[in-house]
Nanobody
Framework: QLQLVESGGGLVQPGGSLKLSCATS????????VGWFRQAPGKEREGISCISTSGDSTNYMDSVKGRFTISRDNAKNTVYLQMNDLKPEDTAVYYCAAAERLANWWHLIVPGYKYWGQGTQVVVAS
């Protein structure tokens, strides 16, 4: 079983930055593509970015392209999400999730991911 724990959330002003971390344990991280998702109050969970097992391939939803960067350090069993130029509409609980290699993880759909963290809250407000 792969366990995931997010950290790095908090309160930030519009235009500010945060770096989220997703620390994993239980199984080797380099076997799993990883995605970041978020869920705002009253809204469905949405996928925002994902990264391949090696880190060579990444995908982003349009609203975060150019502002967010996903990366991973398999030696540290950790995946990161650098978030810059944050906007109030980025306010949400952010989740990291890991998928099996052959699952439909690239398209950032919730059913494509098997293992989930508990989430970290991000609030963007002045």
């Amino acid at each position: 079983q792969l366990q995931l724990v997010e950290s790095g959330g908090g309160l930030v002003q519009p235009g500010g930055s945060l770096k989220l971390s997703c620390a994993t344990s239980g199984l080797p991280l380099d076997n799993y593509p990883v995605g970041w998702f978020r869920q705002a109050p009253g809204k469905e969970r949405e996928g925002i970015s994902c990264i391949s097992t090696s880190g060579d391939s990444t995908n982003y939803m349009d609203s975060v392209k150019g502002r967010f960067t996903i990366s991973r350090d398999n030696a540290k069993n950790t995946v990161y999400l650098q978030m810059n130029d944050l906007k109030p509409e980025d306010t949400a609980v952010y989740y990291c999730a890991a998928a099996e290699r052959l699952a439909n993880w690239w398209h950032l759909i919730v059913p494509g991911y098997k293992y989930w963290g508990q989430g970290t809250q991000v609030v963007v407000a002045s």
